[in-house]
Structures are given as C-alpha cells and as structure tokens.
C-alpha cells in the first residue's frame, strides 16, 4: 500500500515540474514575441515618418504627423505610437497648441541621431 502512495506522489512531483516548465516556456515565449512584435511596430513608425520627413522637407515642410494620420497609413492604434514614441529616441513628439496655450494634439516626426 505504501508504495503506491509513493508512486502517486512520484507522478505528482514529475507532473507539477512538467506543468511548471511548460508554464515558464510559454511566459517565455510570450514576451519574446510581444518584444519582437514592439520592435517591428518601432521600426515601422520610424521607417515611415523618415520617408515623410524627407518628402516633407523638399516642400519646405517639416514631416510631422498626427497620431490619427498615422492610424490611417500606418496601421498602428495611438495607444501603440505614444509607447513607441517615449521608447525610441528618433521618434519625437510635439505638442501642437491653441491660443490659450494649451495642448490640443500630439505630432510625432522622425529626429535624426546626433
């Protein structure tokens, strides 16, 4: 009798380690992929406002977009550009503001490296 109770708590112990490490795996995985995810979203802003910037700048423009234009053309939610914005440093944000002074939208535009 007591060797099958030893066998079940063998089993147990085996099968709370393989739960464990496939719990831990998936954790794992998870994050790589949301990182990777994040940095092809980054990479994608910055590539875009870099063309903008440059086609901008022959007009005498100065390539700066909304969050709601770069919805439209880049497929990112404003949520997802506002986090890229304070994480890359080539992406800058400006506040465009009205008479009283106050803020009333945000334009994200490529900032070369120094």
């Given at each position: 009798?007591?060797?099958?109770?030893?066998?079940?708590?063998?089993?147990?112990?085996?099968?709370?380690?393989?739960?464990?490490?496939?719990?831990a795996l998936v954790?794992?995985?998870?994050?790589?992929?949301?990182?990777?995810?994040?940095?092809?979203?980054?990479?994608?802003?910055?590539?875009?406002?870099?063309?903008?910037?440059?086609?901008?700048?022959?007009?005498?423009?100065?390539?700066?977009?909304?969050?709601?234009?770069?919805?439209?053309?880049?497929?990112?939610?404003?949520?997802?550009?506002?986090?890229?914005?304070?994480?890359?440093?080539?992406?800058?944000?400006?506040?465009?503001?009205?008479?009283?002074?106050?803020?009333?939208?945000?334009?994200?535009?490529?900032?070369?490296?120094?």
């Amino acid at each position: 009798m007591s060797g099958d109770l030893h066998w079940w708590a063998d089993l147990t112990a085996i099968a709370t380690f393989v739960v464990t490490l496939v719990t831990a795996l998936v954790g794992i995985y998870g994050y790589i992929h949301y990182r990777l995810g994040f940095h092809e979203k980054s990479r994608r802003l910055e590539h875009y406002l870099k063309k903008e910037k440059e086609e901008d700048a022959k007009k005498g423009h100065k390539g700066q977009r909304t969050a709601l234009h770069i919805t439209e053309h880049v497929g990112l939610t404003e949520n997802e550009i506002i986090q890229i914005s304070f994480r890359n440093p080539r992406i800058e944000r400006l506040g465009k503001t009205n008479d009283a002074g106050f803020t009333v939208s945000l334009l994200f535009a490529y900032k070369p490296p120094n």
